[in-house]
Each structure stands twice: as C-alpha cells, then as structure tokens.
T-cell receptor, first 112, second 114 residues
Framework: NAGVTQTPKFRILKIGQSMTLQCTQD?????MYWYRQDPGMGLKLIYY???????DKGEVPNGYNVSRSTTEDFPLRLELAAPSQTSVYFC???????????FGNGTRLTVT | EDQVTQSPEALRLQEGESSSLNCSYT??????LFWYRQDPGKGPEFLFT???AGEEKEKERLKATLTKKESFLHITAPKPEDSATYLC???????????????FGRGTQLTVWP
C-alpha cells in the first residue's frame, strides 16, 4: 500500500515563482489536509477538503490555493512564492469519523 | 498563543529509564486528543486517540492517559528505537466539522541512549 504520496520531496524556488505540491492517496479517503511544519513550531493547517469539489481554509491559508477534482488528489498551489513559505509541507488523509490521519513524508520547500 | 503545550521540549533517557511526556490544552470542547510519533525526514505516524477524561490506551512500551486539561505519554523501559519526536494534537467541536482539523503542539524530542 502506497498510502499518501507527496511529490516532489525537495524544491528550491526563487521569490515570485509559482509551483504546485502534489498529493495523492490510494485509500479512497474523502478527507484530505495540507499542513506546514516550521522549525520549533507545531504543524499548522493550511487547507482541507471533505470530498471532491469541497475545500475550506485552515489556520494559515494566505498565499496558497487548493483544488479537489478527484477523491485521490489534493494539490496545493503557491502562486507568488515568498521566503515566509519556506517550510516542510505535509499532506494527510483519513476516512472520517474516528479514523486517524495518515500523513505523507512531506515536501521540503525553500524560497530564496 | 499556543493552544497545545508540550513539555519538556527535549528529553534524554538511558535505555530502560521510564519517564512521561506531558501535553496540556487550553480550550474546552475537546473532540479528541491525538499522539503521533515523527522520525527525522518522515511524516507523523499515528499512535493513539483519546476522547474523554480517564481514558487510557497502550501500545508496547507506550501508554497514553487523559485528564480534563492534559494528557501524558508514559514510556516504560524505553529502547533506542523509541527515539523520535512525539507530537500531541487536539481537535475541538467548535473549530470545524472534521476530526482531522488538528491543533498541534511543538513536540517533545526524545533521545534514548544505550
């Protein structure tokens, strides 16, 4: 079982560039999430989705966009990269109700 | 202000030396409290969910307990392979409709040396 797969693993962006972080899961989970983890800080929720076509903002959505066209995929888009977006980004999913979150192994993004 | 506070930030134990990690939360209306383990370069790995005060869950050398304002992760006779960062997270009833919308603490970095 692949679980939650994130690509790329690492990326360096210049200020103002854009990119899409990919996330796909093969567990048929309706619920998907994007978190960011900064050194010495707790994970913060960026966006989440409760099913295809439905997304909502988390704690720190500014500078990001998401879409959910299929159950499997939940890409995160950065339109104008800023140094403050340097972080490790984790995608997660779960089946809802009492089921726990399954996390991918993260994308480490540096904006210089 | 952090809603979830973990202590200590770092803990070094000798193999076999039992100890506890603490997680305290400040907001009422707890939906669930979660413990995760995170190894370097990896995503968090689920350990336990606790829902109500008095609840306890065990897995190998780990035991999680919950009171009205905090949770403890007890580690009995730890081994070097227990070295990792342990994350605590909470979900609230009034902060969204999904149990996966979590508020994380900063973690406790545990090192167990032989």
């Amino acid at each position: 079982n692949a679980g939650v797969t994130q690509t790329p693993k690492f990326r360096i962006l210049k200020i103002g560039q854009s990119m899409t972080l990919q996330c796909t899961q093969d567990m048929n989970h309706n619920y998907m999430y994007w978190y960011r983890q900064d050194p010495g800080m707790g994970l913060k929720l960026i966006y989440y989705s409760v099913g295809a076509g439905i997304t909502d903002k988390g704690e720190v959505p500014n500078g990001y966009n998401v879409s959910r066209s299929t159950t499997e995929d939940f890409p995160l888009r950065l339109e104008l990269a800023a140094p403050s977006q340097t972080s490790v980004y984790f995608c997660a999913s779960h089946a809802g109700s009492d089921s726990p979150l399954h996390f991918g192994n993260g994308t480490r993004l540096t904006v210089t | 202000e952090d809603q979830v506070t973990q202590s200590p930030e770092a803990l070094r134990l000798q193999e076999g030396e039992s100890s506890s990690l603490n997680c305290s939360y400040t907001v009422s209306g707890l939906r669930g409290l979660f413990w995760y383990r995170q190894d370097p370069g990896k995503g968090p790995e689920f350990l336990f969910t606790l829902y109500s005060a008095g609840e306890e869950k065990e897995k190998e050398r780990l035991k999680a307990t919950l009171t009205k304002k905090e949770s403890f992760l007890h580690i009995t006779a730890p081994k070097p392979e227990d070295s990792a960062t342990y994350l605590c997270a909470v979900s609230y009833f009034d902060r969204g409709s999904t149990l996966g919308r979590l508020y994380f603490g900063r973690g406790t970095q545990l090192t167990v040396w032989p």
